[in-house]
Structures are given as C-alpha cells and as structure tokens.
C-alpha cells in the first residue's frame, strides 16, 4: 500500500515539474532582434579595421534597420565611411548608407532597406541566430593614441530612439513599442485684466509650480522594448604592431599572406595597408612603403630570415 502511495507522490511530482518547464517563459525565446557588436584587436595607425556586428532575429522577417555606434575614446579610434557587405547578411540590399553625424567621424549611422526598388523580390532577413554578421564596420586607429590612456576603446550601439529602427517587409517595427506619457504644462499669468483681475491676457510657460493653470496632454512616443531586444557593446584592444604584419588579420605573425597582401597593395588593387606603419619593413626613416619593403618581407620570411625593423 505504501509503494503505491510513493508511486503516485512520484508520477505527481514529475507530471508538476513537466507542466512548470513547459510553461515558464524562455528569455532567450521572447527576444525579437539581438545585436552584438565583436571584439577586435588594433594597432596604432591601423586603417583598416574590420569590425562585424551581428544580428539574431527570431521571430520576424528584417527588411531594413537604421542603427548608431559611437566609440567612447574619439581622440583613439574613429570610424571609416566605407561600406563593405562582402560576407554579411545584407550583400545584395537595394539600399545601404552609411554617414557620421559628427564632423570627426567618432560616430555612424548605419543603414540599409533590403527591397527598395521593382520587381520586389528580396524580402530580408528572415527569421535566424549564428549565422553570418548583419553588417562590418570599418575603423580607424590615430597614429600616435594617447600613451597614458586605458588601451580598451568601446564600440557602442547607441538606443537613442530616432537612430534604432528595425522593419519588417510590411513596415511594421520590430523591437519597438509605444508608450503613454503624460505631460504636465505649468503656466502664469503675465498679465491680467482689470478691473477683476479674473481673465488673463497673457500666460507665461514655467517649468514648475507655482502656477496659476495647468495642462496636462497624453501623448505616445516609441521606446525600446527591451523585453524584446538585447544590446551588446564591443570593445578594440590597441596592442603595439609588429612590423611585417600587414594583412589586417592584427594576429601578430608575419607570414605568406603578409607578402600577398602587400603585393595587392604595391601591384593589383593598390588597396591601402591595414596598417601602413607596419609596411615599412625596411626601417627607411621616410615611412613609405615600396618594392624594397616587399624584398625585406621576403627576405625575412624566405632568404636570410633578417629581422624586419619598421623604424619605429
């Protein structure tokens, strides 16, 4: 009789812990749109930077974002106005901009609508998690950042609201929600009419009591939900350089893909050194990278195995 009563206890408990776990909510699972922004190493004068951001989104379809970053040491780092959707999510968008809204570009707005043209048959990014990044920023380190200074430069999703906007292909937000906010207007009489003094001719806004009137107006803004939305600020270590390590990988090693990449930069694409400091491999006191730089990477690598000296 007892090993019955046991039994049922049991089958009790474990039927109450199944209905717990089947109805407690999953915070990951609530989420709408999650953003992180990577973690990257940099060197000084690196110009070249990569910086992906990526974007979970779990239950609606993104067809376009409006998104803001900023970095909390612009005397460091700044951003590059370049746009490179090479191996994101949105290569191939209708639309995608990218601007600064200050004049040493410490800050960018980045944006992107994914079908903007006939005959509409990209509709974005539909529901996903790990995959590629949604987009890559492109930075900038100063030549000589201040030496005294915390080496840890913050790359910041900014939620000011007018910069955070994600919809999906029908137009409706993503991650936003309104809410009512009541706003109290406070006003004196500047003057009144006599004889009674009863009616005012003229009333004067205050910021708080006393007062003679007041107003108060409802009105709905759009804020954050941040019960569906999570924001992930990244961070950039500047490390010194190694000279030779050119590639823009910031690994500090210097090998095969060193000379490849300064041989794209000296002969086919011409395309700026990540970091043009650490091109100067032949330690010429005029820092400009040339052929004889190329020889002293190869020669390095190859030949005599000299170590490089960037002149720095």
């Known amino acids: 009789m007892s090993s019955r009563i046991v039994s049922r206890t049991a089958l009790t408990v474990v039927t109450a ?3 717990l776990l089947t109805f407690v909510p999953n915070g990951r699972a609530q989420l709408e749109i999650e953003l992180s922004v990577s973690d990257v190493i940099g060197y000084p004068d690196g110009q070249d930077i990569g910086v992906d951001v990526f974007m979970n989104n779990y239950t609606d379809t993104v067809a376009g974002f409006r998104l803001w970053f900023q970095v909390d040491k612009p005397n460091m780092a700044h951003f590059q106005m370049d746009i490179d959707t090479a191996g994101t999510l949105i290569s191939g968008w ?8 200050s004049v040493n570009s410490t800050d960018l707005v980045y944006f992107g609508i994914a079908d903007y043209l006939p005959p ?7 529901p996903q998690s790990d995959s590629l990044p949604l987009l890559r920023l492109r930075m900038s380190v100063e030549g000589n950042p201040d030496p005294y200074a ?3 430069i913050t790359i910041m999703i900014n939620p000011f609201i007018d910069f955070f906007e994600f919809i ?3 137009g409706h937000q993503i991650g936003r929600s309104y809410q009512q906010v009541i706003d109290t207007n406070y006003y004196i009489c500047a003057v009144w009419i006599p004889p009674d003094n009863e009616v005012c001719a003229e009333w004067m806004r205050v910021a708080f009591p006393p007062y003679d009137s007041i107003g108060i107006d409802t009105a709905y803004v759009f804020i954050i939900d941040y019960d569906k939305v999570s924001l992930d600020d990244g961070s950039m270590v500047i490390v010194p350089g190694v000279c030779g390590d050119v590639d823009g990988t910031f690994d500090r090693v210097v090998d ?3 000379v490849q990449r300064m041989v794209d930069h000296l002969f086919l694409t011409l395309r700026q050194l990540p970091s043009p400091m650490m091109g100067n491999a032949d330690g010429s006191t005029n820092f400009m990278v040339d052929i004889s ?3 002293a990477l190869i020669s390095h ?7 490089l000296n960037c002149g720095l």
Do not use: R, T
Not at 95 to 101: K, N, R, Y
Not at 301 to 307: N, P, T
């Open 150 to 152: 915390e080496p840890v």
């Open 301 to 307: 690598l190859f030949i005599g195995y000299e170590e």
């Open 17 to 19: 812990v199944c209905m």
């Open 120 to 126: 509409f048959e990209d509709k974005g990014i539909p």
């Open 256 to 258: 095969i893909s060193d």
């Open 94 to 101: 209708d639309v995608v901009d990218a601007h600064s809204e």
């Open 293 to 295: 730089d190329l020889q």
């Open 168 to 170: 999906d292909p029908q």
